[in-house]
């Protein structure tokens, strides 16, 4: 047989999703579906996490394994795959809930977004396989179009397993990139060879009309050395939630009978670069330091930080406001950048506390568009 000279590109991929009610958790995806093609920038492929063995083995005069001694099965895997993706209005509020299986709503249009852990509305664990409500649980099947025929790929009731959020103001935009993950690798629910693009429902774009998210902020604001919320000069700024989504039990065909959430803990890091100027620096009442190293308290001391798009009241399509409690695990600075002296700070989010009870606000995303979570 001649070797075939034809050539594919990144864009000969496509790669849909599909949101599905938590009822639905162990029926398999459709190929009749009508998924909602990601505007995804790179494109992976899914990798298999199999349940496999082998060993060199007595009766074999040899010192190499044999064939007949290894052992794959399908029963007990998950599988991953990564993207990434620019965010788009219409798409940011459905990737954040799905990570964080939170979301609140409210308005009649646009339509107001919230998705928090706070002292008085702290996460909570969901039942995937319980009724949704709200979004949640958030659980996506996954089409993958391949250029040839009888080659699409269909994943079953995949979640994210990370989820990045980067300004990057390089770039101008806000971009997303992640990891789903699914406990389902049977061949009843991993399905290959199909035809996707030959269904009934044909695939659509998330948006036909989109609008990128882009990095800018009106207002930004950080606790800065006892100092409450001063102004900053942002030149990046990224968080990354973690779940730690685990495949529970095993079905008949050894795929997942539910997923674990958050245990031990739902991760959120991040990393926040600012101007070293007047209100941030290394002086008295104005040192960034302090908060890492702490004042006669060993632990240092977390921030509250504030950004908004728009005014701060989240009632027109588009406007953002994100609130949350920063504990920096280390104070860089590079004196030597581009744009004049940077002071980097990575971080994570952690719950502050009154009295040694929790107290106040940990992570609050709120944003307005103009899709219902029934629309997802």
């Known amino acids: 047989m001649a070797v ?29 579906a009508a998924y909602e093609l990601l505007p995804v920038i790179n494109v992976s492929a899914p990798v298999l996490n199999l349940v496999e063995s082998g060993e ?30 620019p965010a788009e209005r219409d798409l940011i509020v459905r990737l954040l809930a799905n990570v964080l299986q939170d979301h609140g709503e409210s308005g009649s249009g ?3 977004h919230t998705i928090q852990a706070t002292s008085s509305a702290a996460l909570s ?27 699409d790929k269909m994943i079953t009731s995949a979640v994210l397993q990370s989820l ?14 992640g990891t789903f993950y699914s406990g389902m690798t049977s061949s009843s629910k991993f399905l290959v060879e199909q035809t996707l693009s030959a269904n009934s429902a044909a695939p659509t774009l998330s948006s036909t009309s989109p609008t990128q998210i882009e990095s800018y902020f009106n207002v930004k604001k950080l606790d800065v050395d006892g100092q409450t919320l001063e102004d900053i000069v942002i030149t990046a700024v990224s968080f990354t939630f973690e779940n730690n989504v685990a495949r529970v039990g095993r079905d008949s065909n050894g795929d997942a009978e539910s997923y674990a959430f958050g245990i031990p803990s739902v991760n959120i890091t991040g990393e926040i670069s600012l101007m070293y100027d007047g209100n941030v620096n290394f002086a008295a009442t104005r040192n ?31 406007e953002m406001n994100i609130e949350c409690e920063i504990y920096s695990t280390a104070v860089n600075l590079d004196p030597n950048a581009d744009t004049g002296a940077v002071i980097t700070i990575p971080f994570k989010v952690v719950q502050p506390t009154s009295s040694g009870a929790a107290s106040g606000t940990a992570f609050k995303f709120e944003y307005a568009d103009s899709t219902q979570a029934s629309g997802w």
Do not use: H, W
């Not at 999703?17 to 009749?32: P, S, Y």
């Not at 004042?295 to 728009?310: E, H, I, M, V, W």
């Open 56 to 85: 060199i083995r007595s009766n074999n005069a040899g010192m190499v394994e044999l064939d007949i001694d290894q052992f794959r099965t399908t029963k007990g895997g998950f599988i991953t795959m990564d993207f990434e993706v």
């Open 110 to 112: 646009p339509y107001i």
């Open 125 to 151: 664990r969901p039942d995937f396989t319980g009724s949704s409500s709200s979004g949640i649980p958030s659980i996506f099947d996954i089409g993958l179009y391949y250029p040839e025929s009888a080659q």
């Open 288 to 318: 960034i330091l302090i908060d890492f190293l702490g004042s006669g308290d060993t632990r240092g001391s977390s921030a509250t930080l504030k950004l908004q798009q728009g005014d701060g009241t989240v009632s027109t399509a588009g």
């Open 164 to 177: 990045t959020m980067n300004f990057d103001m390089s770039d101008g935009r806000c971009l997303l990139s």
């Open 4 to 32: 075939s000279g034809k050539v594919y590109a990144k864009s000969d991929f496509s790669v849909g999703i599909i949101n599905k009610n938590a009822t639905a958790f162990e029926t398999a995806a459709q190929d009749d």
